[in-house]
């Protein structure tokens, strides 16, 4: 099995007649840890350094959900059947425990998916995420919106705005992660499309209006929450939020950073986030 993501094919299997899109690396033992992705992202925003450095001792799988990047389909308008898709295609691979790794939209997604089929699940780890009801998620389209324009202004990627604080040294840390981004030149993932899109903003509005942080207060695997000190794409303190609703809980919150954190603070978060897994 390849240790890179950037030679890592994209494969498919049938998810009820549906052809997901995933590619799997690492070592092949042990629990697999399944990377759930963030609001408009494809197989390909996965930062390498993240990837390959879970995949050095961990069997890695990353999914495109339905209607997102080369998987079929339309995608669903809501956290709970992205999840209900998700637990469909862990069973398709034939897994019958797994780890989850959701980033952001995809850390909804993660703690949607431990409600529905908690024993599929050991253990979690949830960046720059918030639990249902906390306020944010419904403001990520306009940040988007606000963030490509200051990025065609500047002509800088908006990424440099979403995800990383304005200090000199987190927009170094952009231009290397985009830079890592770039790396993969063969077998990439067509981007998300504006139908996509526009699901995942009803899906994180409808995640916003929903009542509490509910159900979270009977998961009982361990999770570890991470955040950067000033996200402004899910503000920060819903990350606070989150960990106190949970009862195995720890919290990681990177200095100088924003929703990116795991991907500018790479090394720390694959020594924390492997450090978790190990337990």
């Known amino acids: 099995m390849s240790t890179s993501h950037n030679e890592a094919p994209t494969r498919t299997v049938d998810v009820d007649g549906t052809a997901f899109a995933y590619r799997e690396l690492g070592t092949g033992s042990g629990v697999p840890v399944i990377l759930l992705h963030h609001f408009t992202a494809v197989l390909d925003d996965w930062d390498p350094a993240v990837v390959d450095g879970l995949a050095a001792e961990r069997r890695v ?8 990047g080369a998987t079929g389909g339309s995608t ?7 999840a209900a898709d998700a637990v469909a295609f862990v069973r398709a691979l034939g897994l019958a425990t797994v780890d ?11 703690q949607a998916f431990v409600r529905q089929e908690p024993d599929l699940v050991r253990r979690l780890i949830l960046a720059g995420t918030s639990p249902a009801g906390d306020a944010g998620p419904a403001n990520a389209f306009p940040v988007l919106q606000e963030a490509i324009e200051k990025a065609t202004g500047a002509g ?9 604080s304005p200090t000199e040294t987190s ?6 992660f985009l830079g890592r981004l770039e790396q993969r030149t063969a077998d990439r993932d067509p981007a998300a499309t504006n139908e996509t899109i526009g699901a995942q903003v009803t899906a994180l509005a409808k995640w916003e209006r929903s009542s509490t942080p509910a159900g979270l207060a009977n998961v009982s ?7 950067g000190d000033n996200d402004v794409m899910i503000p920060t303190i819903s990350s606070f939020t989150l960990a106190r609703a949970l ?3 720890r919290l990681s919150i990177y200095p100088d950073s924003g929703h990116g954190a795991l991907f500018q603070h790479h090394e ?12």
């Not at 799988?61 to 997102?68: N, Q």
């Not at 800088?156 to 990383?164: A, G, I, N, R, S």
């Not at 695997?221 to 955040?227: D, I």
């Not at 720390?268 to 337990?279: G, P, S, Y």
């Open 61 to 68: 799988i990353l999914v495109d959900l339905r209607g997102v």
């Open 247 to 249: 009862p195995n809980a």
């Open 100 to 110: 989850l790794l959701g980033f952001s939209l995809g850390g909804m997604v993660a």
């Open 268 to 279: 720390l978060f694959v020594r924390q986030a492997l450090d978790f897994l190990r337990d």
């Open 221 to 227: 695997q361990p999770v570890l929450v991470v955040n």
């Open 156 to 164: 800088k990627h908006p990424k440099h705005f979403l995800f990383f």
């Open 171 to 176: 927009q170094a840390a952009a231009d290397a």
């Open 76 to 82: 669903p308008d809501s956290v709970e059947a992205m």
